[in-house]
Antibody
Framework: QVQLQESGPGLVKPSGTLSLTCAVSGGSISTANWWSWVRQPPGKGLEWIGEVYHSGKTNYNPSLMSRVTISVDESRNQFSLKMSSVTAADTAVYYC???????????WGQGTLVTVSS | SSELTQDPAVSVALGQTVRITCQGDSLRNYYPSWFQQKPGQAPLLVFYDKNNRPSGIPDRFSGSSSGNTASLTITGAQAEDEADYYCNSRDSSGDLVFFGGGTKLSVL
């Protein structure tokens, strides 16, 4: 059973950089799957941030791509999100998820709340 | 456009059938996935591709798609089905992922 676990600071200052890591267990990250970050502002819907393949290839949401970097570390079986120049609008629950074969998000992390505030 | 449009809210009487719809041009090329999300929980995959239901999901959940419209049908809705439901798909290039705005299902 694949499990994903997000980790990182729960509070980030405005104009700072949000950094999160997703640890994958129960399976290898080096498989034919994409690994995504999805966020959900309080009381709002889901927003896809971007994805990474184990080769390092990435795709990003055009509305966020100027501020976002997603990377993979096969040796640690984890992938990461960095988002720069954050504002209060970036306050959200951040989920990592596996996109099985690029077809569907079959495994999700529990989510981690990141608040942007001074 | 690669946006996915869902009705904000739908209600259904206990035990009746309800259809939650999702519209978007990308659905002409890709079958959507459907997720159920209850308060404080991560989304849960309930249906995907042409006709796939993950293990453990009741068979009262089914999906269909025609043209630019896809539907998730719950046949015999239960109280525990009250939740937000999201559809998602990729755009025509396959490089971008989109979620619908979500539908809040109330079971009366």
């Amino acid at each position: 059973q694949v499990q994903l676990q997000e980790s990182g600071p729960g509070l980030v200052k405005p104009s700072g950089t949000l950094s999160l890591t997703c640890a994958v267990s129960g399976g290898s990250i080096s498989t034919a799957n994409w690994w995504s970050w999805v966020r959900q502002p309080p009381g709002k819907g889901l927003e896809w941030i971007g994805e990474v393949y184990h080769s390092g290839k990435t795709n990003y949401n055009p509305s966020l791509m100027s501020r976002v970097t997603i990377s993979v570390d096969e040796s640690r079986n984890q992938f990461s999100l960095k988002m720069s120049s954050v504002t209060a609008a970036d306050t959200a629950v951040y989920y990592c998820a596996r996109d099985a074969g690029g077809f569907t998000f079959d495994y999700w992390g529990q989510g981690t709340l990141v608040t942007v505030s001074s | 456009s690669s946006e996915l449009t869902q009705d904000p809210a739908v209600s259904v009487a206990l035990g009746q059938t309800v259809r939650i719809t999702c519209q978007g041009d990308s659905l002409r090329n890709y079958y959507p996935s459907w997720f159920q999300q209850k308060p404080g929980q991560a989304p849960l995959l309930v249906f995907y591709d042409k006709n796939n239901r993950p293990s453990g999901i009741p068979d009262r959940f089914s999906g269909s798609s025609s043209g630019n419209t896809a539907s998730l049908t719950i046949t015999g809705a239960q109280a525990e089905d009250e939740a937000d439901y999201y559809c998602n798909s990729r755009d025509s290039s396959g490089d971008l992922v989109f979620f619908g705005g979500g539908t809040k299902l109330s079971v009366l």
